[in-house]
């Protein structure tokens, strides 16, 4: 993560993606992440994998990541090279999985994103900038430990530096 600063492209996807969505189960039995990420979205878009590109952003509406619990949702997205997601809301431990392993889970209203749409997120002040329609979307506020999480690229590297949780 360049700083609390991303900026790509938004792949728009809609309500209730679930993790057999993101990435069917049977890629999941494999410990190479690359042949994983080549999988990413299959299902809803078989050529997924071959239009996006490192940074790009992945969009959605409500209920993002709903379905099973298995981690290889989030890291698949996270070894493609996607920089984040944007929904109007997450399936409570698919959110929780995708910070651990430290890929941002942003909540913000996605209407006013369209799928190819320029965007600039700034993790630290909470701001989606839509560049192609020149708009300004508020994200829901994360918690600081949250941040501090993402920074070191997930709860594990968090933990090697830190050794707990750093209390402010």
Known sequence: MNGFLLKGRAHKFGDDINTDYIIAGKYTKTLNLNDLALHLFEDIDPNFSKKMKGGDLVVAGKNFGCGSSREQAPIAI???GIAAVLAHSF?????RNAINIGLPALV????EI?????????LENGLVLNITKDKKIP???MPDI???ILREGGLVPYLKKYGDFVRE
């Open 114 to 122: 369209d799928d190819g749409d320029e965007l600039e997120v700034d």
């Open 78 to 80: 996270k070894e493609s």
């Open 108 to 111: 913000c209203n996605t209407d």
């Open 139 to 141: 994200m829901e506020p």
């Open 91 to 95: 399936a409570r431990i698919f959110f």
């Open 146 to 148: 949250m941040k501090h």
